[in-house]
């Protein structure tokens, strides 16, 4: 068993000889990447405070399925764009039925 928690707690030495590029397709997937994370949302407290209401809120309407969102393990997370088009979306559909 500690053989085990000693190996875990080791880096990889792959990623360590690996060759570094510094060509195009490398540093625009890395801003890709940079860029896709700014853009996440990762709990159900960062999607509450994106979009303004409380956390047990968000908790219950994120269970209901009411906002939506995927999950990476247990987590709920979606893109603020994702939240911004859905928020939109929900302004319009309270706006016609008034």
Known sequence: ????????????RSHETAPQSIGSTDVSASTDLEAAQ?????GAK??????GIKHRSALHLLSEGHIP??????????TREALGEWL???EARALSAA
């Open 69 to 78: 969102h995927f999950k990476l393990g247990k987590m709920p997370c979606q």
């Open 38 to 42: 700014k853009q996440m949302l990762y």
């Open 46 to 51: 960062a999607i509450a405070d994106f979009l």
């Open 88 to 90: 939109k979306a929900q």
């Open 1 to 12: 068993m500690l053989n085990t928690i000693l190996l875990l707690a080791l880096p990889h």
